[in-house]
């Protein structure tokens, strides 16, 4: 069973820039996709990033495209993301997800798909 933490949440002023970690536990960090969603208050959890257990895909939200960038290090169980141009829209509680061998961009984009969910960490983007 797999453990995963973010960090890196934090206060910023808009145009500034964020980069999130989400650290993973257990020994078969390589074998799961990588997925990050947000929840804003009042609003549903929603898609933001996610990567296949190789790396060789990543995909996006339309509203991130350009500005974050999702990447993992198998060798520090460790999967990123870099948020560039935040805005206040921007802002929300980050959750990093895993899915054992995950794969493709609508199965990866679906919360309800993944196996297990770290506890969050708030990004607060000012204006």
């Known amino acids: 069973q797999a ?5 890196g949440g934090g206060l910023v002023q808009a145009g500034g820039s964020l980069r ?13 996709a990588m997925g990050w969603f947000r929840q804003a208050p009042g609003k549903v959890r929603e ?12 995909y996006y939200a339309d509203s991130v495209k350009g500005r974050f960038a ?5 060798t520090k169980n460790t999967v ?3 948020m560039n141009s935040l805005n206040p829209e921007d802002t929300a509680v980050y959750y990093c997800a895993a899915d054992r ?3 493709g961009e ?11 969910w770290g506890q969050g960490t708030q990004v607060t983007v000012s204006s």
């Open 20 to 32: 999130l970690s989400c650290a993973a536990s257990g020994r078969t960090f390589n074998q799961y």
């Open 80 to 82: 990123y993301l870099q």
């Open 106 to 116: 609508q199965y990866l984009a679906s919360a309800g798909n993944y196996d297990f």
């Open 47 to 58: 898609f933001v990033a996610a990567i296949t257990w190789t790396g060789g895909s990543t």
């Open 3 to 7: 453990q995963l933490v973010e960090s």
């Open 70 to 74: 999702i990447s993992r290090d198998n």
């Open 101 to 103: 061998f995950g794969n």
